[in-house]
C-alpha cells in the first residue's frame, strides 16, 4: 500500500520533529498576514513619535539617518532569513544561537532578547499614555497604560487569528493617515508654507555631515526598525514554513523603510535652514508641531491620536504576541518555569506567557510612565546585543558546522552586519550599556543557578538536520 503524498502542512511539522518538538501552536498565517505583523510592529509611523529627537541628533539629516538604517537591518535580516530556514522554530534569536553557538551562548541571546521584547511593550504604553495626554490631559498616564494593556491581553488571549485581524485594522489606519500627512505636507511644500522648498538637504547635507554625527542618530533611529525579526518568533504558527517567514521579513524591512524616508524627507523639508528643535518639550512635540503646520491644530490631534493607537495599541499587541512565544520557546526548552510553555488546548495560544507579559507590562508602565528615553536606549541594546550573536550563528553554522562554500552570504553579509551593529551599540546611551550589562550579567547569574541546579543549558532536540524546505 502506498503512502500517502506528504502536505505542506505535514512537511512543517515534520520540520518540528527533526529538532524534537510537535506541532502544538496554531499554523494559519500566511505572507500576508506575516507582513502585516511585521509591519505593525514595526509601526509605519514610528518617526512621528521619535522625529524631533532624531532631527537633533542628524542636524535635519533624519531620511538620511533611516536610509543607514535599513541598511543595517538589511544585513541582520538577511541572516536572519538563513538561519530561520535552517531552524524553522519559535525562539528567534534564542533557538538559532542555542544551536549555531551553543546553548550557553543561545541562553544568553534569549536572555538578551527579553530584555528588548519585556521592555518594548512597556515603552509603547508609555509613549501611548504621553500622547493621549495632548489629547485627554486629565486622565493620568497609569491609567491609560492600564486600559491598553487590558484591551491587548484580552485580544492575543482569543488566538493568533483574531490578532491578525486586530493587525490589519491598525495598519490601514496608520497608512490612511500617513496618507494625508504625505498629501498635506506636499501640498505645503509646493506653495512654500514657510518658506519649505523642493531640497535634497535632508537626506545629505554637506555641511553638517560627518560620520559620527549620523551614526550616532541611527542609534537612535534603529529603534523603529526594531520588530522585523519578530516575524521569525512566528515560524511555528506560518503556512509555508521558513520560506515565507524569510520573505515577509525582507518584504517588511523594505516597505516600512521606504515610508520611514519619504515621511521624514516631507517634514523636514517643512523646517527650512533648521538645524535642531530647542528644547526638550518642543523636541518630543517636534512631527505634531509639523502636522500643525501642514493641517492646523485638529489635524494634530488626529496625529497624537494615531501615535496612541498604533504604538500603545496596535503595536503593543504584536509586541506582546511575539514576546509571549519567546518565553514559550524558553520555557519549552526548561530555560525558564515550565507553566509557561502551557498552551490552550482550543485557541492554540501561550496563554500563561501572555498573561505573564501583561502583567510586567502594567508594572513597569506605571513606574517608567514619562521615562521614555531611558526605556528606548535599554530596549535598543537588549537587541542589538542579540543582532550580534545572530551574525555569529550564520557564520558558525554554515562555515564551521555545515561545511558551506557560500561565503558571501555566510560570511560577507555577518560579517558587515556585524561591524555596522557593533559600531551603533558602542555608540549607544551609557546609561543603555551600564543597564544592558547589568542584564547579562543577571542572565549569567541564572545561567550558573541552572547548571548548579543540575540543569545544564542544552536544547533537548533531536540532532538530526531538517528537512529542506
Request: aromatic share 10%.
Amino acid at each position: 500500500m502506498s503512502e500517502a503524498p506528504a502536505t505542506p502542512a505535514r512537511a512543517e511539522e515534520d520540520g518540528l520533529a527533526a529538532f524534537g518538538y510537535k506541532q502544538e501552536l496554531k499554523r494559519s498565517l500566511t505572507l500576508k498576514d506575516l507582513l502585516i505583523y511585521g509591519m505593525v510592529f514595526m509601526v509605519p509611523t514610528a518617526p512621528f513619535a521619535i522625529f524631533g529627537t532624531v532631527f537633533n541628533a542628524s542636524r535635519g539629516m533624519v531620511p538620511l539617518t533611516y536610509l543607514i538604517g535599513w541598511v543595517a537591518m538589511l544585513f541582520t535580516a538577511l541572516s536572519y532569513r538563513e538561519l530561520s530556514r535552517a531552524f524553522p522554530v519559535a525562539g528567534s534569536v534564542y533557538a538559532y544561537a542555542g544551536r549555531a553557538l551553543g546553548p550557553a551562548w543561545g541562553f544568553l541571546a534569549g536572555w538578551a532578547m527579553l530584555l528588548d521584547y519585556l521592555l518594548i511593550p512597556t515603552l509603547l504604553y508609555v509613549i501611548g499614555a504621553e500622547a493621549m495626554a495632548n489629547v485627554v490631559p486629565a486622565v493620568p498616564g497609569w491609567a491609560w497604560v492600564v486600559a491598553f494593556v487590558a484591551f491587548n491581553c484580552a485580544v492575543n488571549l482569543r488566538g493568533i487569528e483574531t490578532t491578525a485581524r486586530a493587525n490589519k485594522l491598525f495598519l490601514y489606519v496608520q497608512l490612511a493617515v500617513l496618507a494625508v500627512f504625505m498629501a498635506l505636507a506636499v501640498r505645503a511644500i509646493a506653495r512654500g508654507v514657510d518658506g519649505a522648498h523642493w531640497s535634497w538637504t535632508p537626506l545629505y547635507n554637506p555641511a553638517a555631515f560627518t560620520p559620527a554625527l549620523v551614526f550616532n542618530a541611527l542609534s537612535i533611529a534603529v529603534l523603529s526598525f526594531l520588530g522585523f525579526d519578530a516575524i521569525s518568533t512566528l515560524s511555528e504558527e506560518a503556512r509555508g514554513g521558513s520560506r515565507v517567514v524569510g520573505r515577509a521579513t525582507l518584504l517588511a524591512l523594505l516597505l516600512v523603510a521606504s515610508l520611514f524616508m519619504a515621511q521624514t524627507w516631507l517634514a523636514a523639508l517643512l523646517r527650512p535652514g533648521q538645524l535642531a528643535f530647542a528644547g526638550q518639550a518642543v523636541e518630543n512635540d517636534a512631527f505634531y508641531l509639523v502636522a500643525q503646520q501642514v493641517g492646523g491644530h485638529p489635524f494634530r490631534i488626529v496625529v497624537a491620536l494615531t501615535v496612541a493607537i498604533s504604538t500603545a495599541v496596535g503595536n503593543a499587541l504584536v509586541a506582546q504576541a511575539a514576546t509571549s512565544r519567546l518565553l514559550f520557546s524558553m520555557a519549552r526548552d526548561g530555560k525558564l518555569p515550565r507553566p509557561l510553555a502551557q498552551v490552550h488546548p482550543q485557541r492554540r495560544v501561550p496563554q500563561r506567557a501572555v498573561v505573564l507579559v501583561a502583567g510586567v507590562s502594567v508594572v513597569l508602565g506605571v513606574f517608567f510612565v514619562g521615562q521614555i528615553g531611558l526605556l528606548s536606549s535599554l530596549v535598543n541594546f537588549g537587541a542589538l546585543f542579540a543582532f550580534l550573536l545572530l551574525h555569529l550563528s550564520v557564520a558558525s553554522h554554515f562555515l564551521l558546522r555545515e561545511r558551506g562554500r557560500r561565503w558571501g552570504m555566510h560570511l560577507a553579509v555577518p560579517a558587515i552586519g556585524f561591524a555596522i551593529i557593533g559600531y551603533v551599540l558602542v555608540n549607544a546611551d551609557r546609561y543603555a550599556k551600564l543597564g544592558g550589562l547589568a542584564w547579562l550579567g543577571l542572565g549569567a547569574l541564572v545561567l550558573l543557578g541552572l547548571r548548579l541546579a543540575g540543569k545544564p543549558a542544552r536544547l533537548e532536540l533531536d540532532e538530526r538536520a531538517p528537512p529542506e524546505a
